[in-house]
């Protein structure tokens, strides 16, 4: 049997029925209205067969008259993948034969270009779906429309959004008419438009009838007849919204900053890597006298800063405070927020629980004595701090008598519990980046940003610099294997290397001091370079393409440098002829900035020694469960907590559900592109409510994070593990963190959607020379690979040719 009634599907039937027969299904178990009609099976497309008897027998059950037969693939409505508009509906349809053409039709448009495209961006193998086909008594509306139970565009889970045309709906989801807008707050409305009060306020209570069945917010397709009943055609998740923060027990508002991008990493942290990174990031903010939970939304990192704003104290410096690590963005969010009447100072300071305000003067007098004896003497601020980070390397090494999961579980709690926050690598870490920040106010009116980031050009005792060098002394040492480097794809090379069967290029030696390094290297659950050296060879392969020895990266390095030097002398000449006192400090700070900016890295490059033997170690223990039949594979365990990795290893729970639930929303999460800079506890994306940032036309602004001017074509990059950059491409990234760096040495500039002048990506653009513009908004997104853009990192600016 190939036709079942509709009223027959289910949701566990998705494989049988599509995404839209079983949602259809599940309305009608419900109650709701929802017009009479059956589902060609997807079975019945998979075996080849279009069964004319039966689809004629359910027409003629029907009544016949006419209908609106609609797509249902196996991959369509579905909670990360909504295919609206991907896949063909005709619409009153009349006779069986006229019936039979045009279930082929929905079937053939399985196959089309848009829907290919569709899967393909999202992933689906196109070889595994297949399309039922849904057939429904036509309703005839003088209204229809579209109902979000949440505001898609500003995230907003108290709001509901309207579109209503009279007429077919059609003319609402094809975007083929003007539609009337409606946003429902809960204050009643005055009839206007198509749609009456009446009908707003039954919106709304279906809205919140069918978000409370489903347990998430839907995206409902409705039409109301002559009769003035409401049909349900359609409800199905809403698949742009990001995930809600936690619910709390809060009456008032709360905000939430994303902190990943501050470390390069807009990518979903897996489970074991998110618990790892919040108590590390909540040390390191205690350790500077600062106290934020530190929340998992969607698998990214944001930090509950509502006590901050909230506090009368804290508020103040706190839009200065994000300037350095934040950027712009997040601090245009922020002072929106600050002037939000729900987010008024109370009386009493919120920003400090018990013990804080001392352990605050604590670290205070701490970081005096270690910032001032960094600026002192720099040079042995910065011996003390690499043999600080060599002993982290020594220290992270695991005991040699590790036999069993549970002795491995246990060295790996306590690695978590251990508190290597060395004085000796902080202090001369933040002193560098106050060192870098402060003259940018001490010369206002005497010398603009880029003529401060030319300074901070080129500067030395960065170890992401000397790995991307290192690299490219490899390259230049390739010989008589360059051309197997470059014809042979990474993955291959990566998998020749790791099985020895590779000419030695110097690879080994290259991975033994940075293989603990990778793209989003702070997430635990992320191979090293080590385990999979694929983005390294991709790299080698980009640098092998440089062929003017003046482009080589070692002799850009060296003239940004002794181009900052010149720019040194030079600006603090002009400076000390027009403000004395203020040119000289401004000279010192910049001159102990070239000393120790660069070092902001090493603190970040230590901590990857105890991750990469944590790491190691998990991996065996998720070894040892894959052959008891505890986990479907190894690294499984990165999607689990240690909590829950104790229960399995000491107890045998079977958490192999919760592993493959995990992965799917991670995988669902990947694909995700845009990352909201703020959220409000209610799911409001703060930027999206902000004022548009007025541009001329043909231009995208953002923040110059590096001096300079370039014309080429922009190269978009998702994965630098598997990016192909010719000499002279513009690199426009989401974010970048030091995995990413090794493409800098090919690209002609840098433009990313998010970032702060002190991030890594413009820092090391700096170091090379190579203007960058960050924070322009859904600039992977506006500027496509091979469009000619010009990059002005003077003007903060970016114009698409």
Known sequence: MHVIALSQATTEMVDLVGGKAAGLGELIRRGEHVPEGFCVTAEAHRLGVLPEAEIIAAYERLGGGPVAVRSSATAEDLPDASFAGQQDTVLNVTGAAEVIAAIGTCRDSLHNHRATAYRDARRIDSQEVWMAVVVQRMVTPTVAGVLFTANPVTGRRDEMVVDAAPGLGTTVVDGATTVDHYVLDGVDRDDAGCLTSAHLAGLRVTGERLQAQFGCPQDVEWAIDADDVLWLLQSRPITTLFPAPPATDKPLPRVYLEFGHVQGMLRPVTPMGMATLRAQITAMLAALG????????????????????????????????????????????????LADPRFAPVGGGTGRGAGQGAASLRTAGRAVVGILRALARPDTARIRMFRAVEQMRVRSAAPTDLRTSADRLRFVREAQDADDSAD????????????????????????????????????????????????????????????????TPPDELAARHLSGTLPDIGMTAFLDEYGHRGVAEVDLGVPRWAEDPTPVFAALANYLRVTDPRQGPDKRFHRAAVAAEAALEELVARARRRRPVRGRLAGFLLRRARSLAGLREAGKFAGLYPLRETRRHLLLIGADLHGAGLLDQSDDIMFLTLDEAHSVVHQGVDLRGVVAARRAVHRREL?????????????????AVLPATAAGEGTLVGVGASAGRVTGPARVVHDPGTAHLEPGDVLVAATTDPGWTPLFLTAAALVTDTGAVMAHGPTVAREYGIPAVICVPDATRTITTGQLVTVDGGAGTVTLH
């Open 424 to 487: 000796a690598i902080m202090w001369p870490i933040v002193a560098g980046m106050l060192a870098a920040a402060l003259p940018a106010a001490l010369l206002k009116g005497i010398a603009g940003p880029d003529e401060i980031h030319a300074v901070l050009a080129g500067m030395p005792h960065n170890v992401t610099i000397e790995m991307d060098l290192a690299l490219w002394r490899l390259a230049q040492g390739a010989g008589d294997h360059r051309q197997l480097l470059l014809d």
């Open 290 to 337: 600062v106290r934020v939970e530190i929340v998992d939304i969607g698998g990214r990192l944001y930090g509950d800063l509502t006590d901050l704003a909230r506090d009368r104290s804290s508020r103040r410096r706190l839009v200065k405070l994000l300037a350095v690590d934040f950027g712009p963005r997040a601090q245009a969010v922020m002072r929106h927020v």
């Open 671 to 687: 694909r995700r592109r845009s990352v909201p800079v703020a959220l409000l506890s209610d799911g409001t994306d703060v930027e």
